[in-house]
């Protein structure tokens, strides 16, 4: 029989020497999850564009989407080489941001592993939470009266569950070390890729610029606070069960990476550079996005009252007020997942994800894709098609319920990716949000100060998709009045 017909090329933009497809994309106004949907209603949901050197695909459906990290995962698992995130990562010896390879995946499957030690099967995650929440809720309850920004009680609470999770240590309001993480943390996510996680401009950061050295002292100190942390827990290492992820990983570094031989091909395993890298990334993932998503959140109930009074009829149905929320309870309070759901979907906070490679020659939706080709899935697109969602741009919770009521979860609704390079982190994510939410809506109302607007929606692209900073008043909730100063 012939061959099967040769399919056409990907839809492309026009492209110069050196500048590539820079001219054609605006001049910069806007973020790239907003300029790749505008330009997928002109040159189709599926094109591609030279960004500098580098030929890149553009994915803003969910059949492609699906088709690059699913069906086609393995082809599609690279990434590429950025300048910011090879300082950030010493060369790629994390998970996120590192090439594909066997000792990618093997250290992949132990950070996995070491999750779910902490994860699901043992209280300990949940306790760590729950303790936390505690004093957020203390804090954010004496805020009074007066409007104030939630953002740094919140980025505090979920840093210190993070810290916990990573190395044990637990901080007080205002403790030194803890103000130190969260500057550096936040240099860092200023300057590590301003304009969101695609590197549209690579060969600015050749040049000597503040932004880099400032993310070089941020690094720095970032280095030397963990590398701290690394010696404590190798100097009182015992065969008991492990601690935290730095005792995890440090046992699996001798488990199955160094001085063993038997996977041959790699010399080094998994080093000392790899067990640090692990822990920051660890540290800067859980912070970011689970704060931002919860503040994404907020924002989203100042607009919508009505939400938050029916998140709390059903807290108040399902659980009362005579005892904490705990995981146990998240069969029951289906519309508090949906809120989530809702809210992860109309602000995802990785618009476009991380950038991957294509590591052979392959092909998307029959159109062949050569080795080393660039992948974009804007997600933004796909959680805002119209062809799916009703109205993609109304904040409504109820499109994740079925007509009886159920839960459901859309094929077009991928918030943490999916496939090899799906995010490690998800159950942890979803763990956090499930109990800091119930237990913030459970004890206290949020509502906007007097005269004041509602917050901008329009959201801040850093590295990951930010709400502006807004303003909230907080009144507790009947059993919980003891709590406010
Ligand atoms: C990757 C979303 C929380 C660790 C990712 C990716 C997304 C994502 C979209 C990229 C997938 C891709 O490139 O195809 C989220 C969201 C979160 C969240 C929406 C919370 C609301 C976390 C947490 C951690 C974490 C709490 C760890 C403590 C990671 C890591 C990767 C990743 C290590 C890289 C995986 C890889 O490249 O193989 N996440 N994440 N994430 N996430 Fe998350
Ligand atoms: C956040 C700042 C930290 O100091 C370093 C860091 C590590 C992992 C990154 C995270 C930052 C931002 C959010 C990322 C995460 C890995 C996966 C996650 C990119 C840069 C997302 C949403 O994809």
């Not at 942890?428 to 007097?450: H, V």
Request: with cysteine.
């Amino acid at each position: 029989s012939c061959p099967p017909p040769a399919r056409d090329s990907i839809p492309c933009l026009p492209r110069l020497p050196v500048l590539g497809s820079l001219p054609w994309l605006g001049g910069g106004g806007l973020p790239p999850h907003l300029l790749f949907s505008q330009l997928a209603q002109r040159y189709g949901s599926l094109f591609a564009l030279h960004l500098g050197p580098h030929y890149t695909v553009v994915i803003n459906d969910h059949q492609h989407a699906r088709e690059v990290l699913l069906q086609r995962g393995r082809d599609f698992a690279g990434r590429p080489s950025m300048v910011t995130t090879n300082l950030l990562t010493r060369g790629g010896k994390d998970i996120a941001f590192a090439d594909y390879s066997p000792l990618w995946k093997l250290h992949r499957r132990l950070v996995h592993n070491s999750f779910t030690l902490f994860g699901e099967g043992t209280s300990r995650l949940q306790d760590i939470v729950l303790s936390s929440v505690d004093s957020l809720c203390v804090e954010l309850l004496s805020g009074g009266k007066r409007g104030f920004d939630p953002s740094p009680a919140v980025t505090r609470a979920v840093t210190n569950v993070v810290c916990t999770l990573v190395f044990s240590s637990t901080y007080r309001h205002g403790d030194a070390e803890l103000q130190e993480v969260i500057r550096y943390n936040d240099g860092i996510v200023q300057t590590i890729a301003r304009g969101g996680l695609v590197d549209i401009y690579p060969w600015m950061k050749v040049f000597p610029n503040k932004s880099l050295s400032k993310l070089k002292d941020c690094i720095t100190v970032r280095d030397r606070l963990l590398t701290c942390k690394l010696e404590e827990h190798k100097a009182s290492l015992s065969d008991g069960e492990p601690r935290d992820l730095l005792d995890a990983l440090l046992k699996g570094q001798t488990g199955s990476g160094r001085g063993q031989r038997s996977s041959g091909s790699e010399d080094e395993g998994i080093t000392d550079d790899h067990v640090l890298m692990t822990a920051a990334e660890a540290f800067g993932a859980g912070v970011e996005t689970t704060s931002t998503t919860l503040l994404w959140i907020l924002a989203y109930l100042l607009h919508h009252p009505e939400v938050q009074d029916r998140v709390q009829k059903e807290l108040d149905e399902h659980v009362g007020s005579e005892r904490a929320v705990c995981m146990s309870d998240r069969g029951r309070l289906p519309y508090l997942d949906c809120v989530i759901n809702e809210g992860m979907r109309i602000r995802p906070v990785s618009p476009v994800l991380i950038p991957h490679t294509a590591m052979t020659h392959s092909s998307i939706g029959g159109h062949s894709v050569s080795r080393g080709t660039r992948v974009l899935v804007n997600m933004w697109s796909i959680h805002h098609d119209p062809r799916h969602w009703d109205k993609p741009d109304l904040f409504n919770p109820d499109r994740f319920l079925d007509d009886r009521g159920q839960r459901v979860t859309p094929p077009f609704f991928l918030p943490f990716g999916a496939g090899p390079r799906v995010c490690v982190g998800e159950s942890l994510a979803r763990l956090e949000l499930f109990l800091f939410l119930s237990s913030l809506l459970q004890r206290m109302s949020f509502r906007l100060p007097d005269g004041a607007p509602p917050p901008n929606l329009q959201g801040r692209l850093g590295v990951v998709l930010q709400p502006l900073p807004y303003t909230v008043v907080v009144t507790p909730r009947a059993g919980w009045e003891s709590e406010a100063k």
